[in-house]
């Protein structure tokens, strides 16, 4: 799916639920336009053509009079169309702000029971549902008023040909049979002529819901392979960051981070929150790109090498736990779905989740819900050690939410990093840094006390 392809940043400028009803609604709103109203259109505008040949053929006098009529449609159907694309492109604006509202509050649900907001949430639903429904009545309001007018001018125009062909007829310019086949030809003329202007509706919402599916379609991806990009062999070698700064907006998130870690070290970033961290390993994967600087693995520019090489060597456990609403051996086995049932076992061994799968219903073939809704907290972060553990990646990534807020967790780290406001500020082993009483001193200490409060 293209939206896929789209780099992390597209994510958090577009709300799950406004991409959900472009997907959605918008698409059927263009498969309607397309198979019906282009349909109609091709049908009725045969008709319409072979009609006016008859008419023209029956009598070229009534019909250039008949004819005086289809100018004064022009401008009421070209209205009625444009204030239906505006009420199209209203309701599916208001649709993906109600499809949002509905994914945060439905997988937020425990968040509202707890701080009893159920009213609130309800009264922000009712608001937008009501500004839906009044769209909804605009459009129901142009289709019920287009029609009427367009039979109000067709009835102008017939009167106007009964009068001049019955005028015709008395003064023996024209035959009876001869004007009543006319006005045969000319009334049939009118159906096509009022099913068009339907039509002209529904192309109008489809156009409106195309214009918002390519302005999706027509992003190109932040963060794509480069035409001469080449795979990344095995990593064997090193991470090296080199002057790396970056800037989500304007304001730099990382300064100017120089590092070099080793194959088979363990290093370890803290920092109090906001400092960095979690924006410096989503680097690495090439999640955003840096804005000054350059990463390399194994001196290979990762921006030179393709992303499924570099992320087929990368295993991540996301500060947000996501799983998925599959059974536990799909979601382990996610990263690497060839992977046979002993690989996923030792994997689930190794991340301590075996015991409790094992303890499930049907054992590994339980379905976990949403984003593993019947699991506790720590059971869906095992999980997700779990998968990161099956991919055998030589990176390994693991987010500090998913391990836990302990700076004991990282005592035996080869090496600690001390990011503070986007810079490294020290660097150094457990015992070294405690030594310098400096930063991660301080950080120790506020943890130990609040550990003993």
Known sequence: MLIQRQALSFFNKNPTGILMSRITNDVNLIQGAVSEAVTSLFKDSFTLVGLIFVIFYRDWKLALVAMVVFPLTIYPIARFGEKMRKVATGTQITMGSLTSL?????????????????????????????????????????RALSTPFMEFLGGLGIAAIVFYGGYQVIHGVSTPGNFFSFLTALIMLYEPVKRLTNVNNTIQQGISAAVRVFDIMDITPEIK???????????????????????????????????????????????????????????????????EGEILIDDHDIRDVTMESLRAQTGIVTQQTILFNDTVRNNIAYGDIKKSDDDIINAAKAANAYQFVKNLPKGFETIIGEQGARLSGGERQRLSIARALLKDAPILILDEATIAHRLSTINNADRIIVLVNGKIVEEGTHDSLLAQKGEYFKLYNMQFRENNV
């Open 102 to 142: 509905l994914q945060e509050t439905i997988s937020g649900t425990r968040i509202v029971k707890a701080f009893g907001m159920e009213d609130y949430e309800g009264r922000r639903f009712a608001k937008e549902n009501e500004n839906l429904f009044r769209f909804f009545m605009k459009a129901v309001s142009i």
């Open 225 to 291: 392979n480069r035409e001469d990009a080449t795979e990344l062999p095995r990593i064997s070698d090193k991470i090296e960051i080199r002057n790396v700064t970056f800037s989500y907006d304007d304001e730099p998130v990382l300064k100017n981070i120089n590092l070099n870690i080793k194959s088979g070290e363990v290093v370890a970033f803290v920092g109090m929150s906001g400092g960095g961290k979690t924006t410096l390993v989503n680097l690495i994967p090439r999640f955003y790109d840096v804005t």
